[in-house]
């Protein structure tokens, strides 16, 4: 079995977990570190995101004033940082629902025989900030509206926009949120963004590989929390013979594990550990996904033969 068919089997049962879990009695709580939307009903769990809003607006003031409201919180937080800290990025290559729904977008266009959208690396360096003044807006609104400065319909303002709150609730039969809300003019901005912005993401995610992954605040906030996760890309930059099938077979495009000649630490922003560029190096030992020093999968000449010949088996844990 390749480790592309291995992600496959992993991203499919993951959402399945994440989507209709709590059908079956399994709660993951509301500290999960990846697009799982708790607007889907049934779902196992949910995105630390909505939590982290709901805390820092409403919440904040009465968890301070309260000894176990605050160390709820904290609890929650403490849940997402471990998480993290276990898996680091896998939750966005390889469990990510939404994720998964790009990964099926992109498998639609290549059988339709639609060429991939390129953007020029320079340009997708200026959108990487999009997803940081997300997770900055996350921050500031929400204390905004508990100062009554802001209508109370701007506490949870991502979820207000997220293309998942629309499009993971259709996989439990929910379309409601595909409609236009006429409550008040703040919620009908809202749902006209929020239609706007998944007609544009749906687009982009067809034409361009992981197309919503580039602007995801949650893929921002887990590379903060990069210097306690202990699973890594890693390069042995003297192997390297600078081919670049990795910048190539990367879903996001990303140059840098191609252009570092120096450092053994290519995991970037972007990166969502998805180990493509692993599989396509044919340099041996050249990239490796570790979890601290423990290589799981290294790249070798004889496997990228094999993915291009559709022959050899994987080494994983060699």
Known sequence: MTVRNLRGIVQHAGFIVMMYGGRFGLHLGSAVPCFACPFVPGCGGFCYLMGLQGYIGFGMGAAVASGMGLVTALGWFAVFAASVALLGKLWCGWICPFGLIQDWLSALRRHLGVRERSIPYPVMRRLAWVKYVLLAGIAIIPP????????????????GICPGKSLLPLFAGETRYLALNYDNLVTLGFS???????????????????????????????????????LRLAKTPDTCVGCGNCRRACPMEIEAVYRERASSDVQSDECLDCAACVEAC??????????????????????AAGIGGNSK??????
């Open 313 to 318: 088996k994987n080494e994983l844990s060699r």
């Open 144 to 159: 905004l509206v508990t100062a009554g400065i802001l209508h109370e319909d701007f506490y949870l303002p991502f979820c």
């Open 192 to 230: 006209v963004a929020l239609i706007a912005i998944t007609g544009a993401m749906l687009v982009g995610m067809f034409l361009k590989d992981r197309f919503f992954c580039i602007f995801c605040p949650l893929l921002a906030f887990i590379h903060m929390l990069k210097p306690v996760t202990a």
């Open 282 to 303: 044919p340099s041996d030992f050249a990239l490796a996904l570790k979890f601290l020093k423990v290589k799981l999968f290294r790249s070798s000449r004889n496997y």
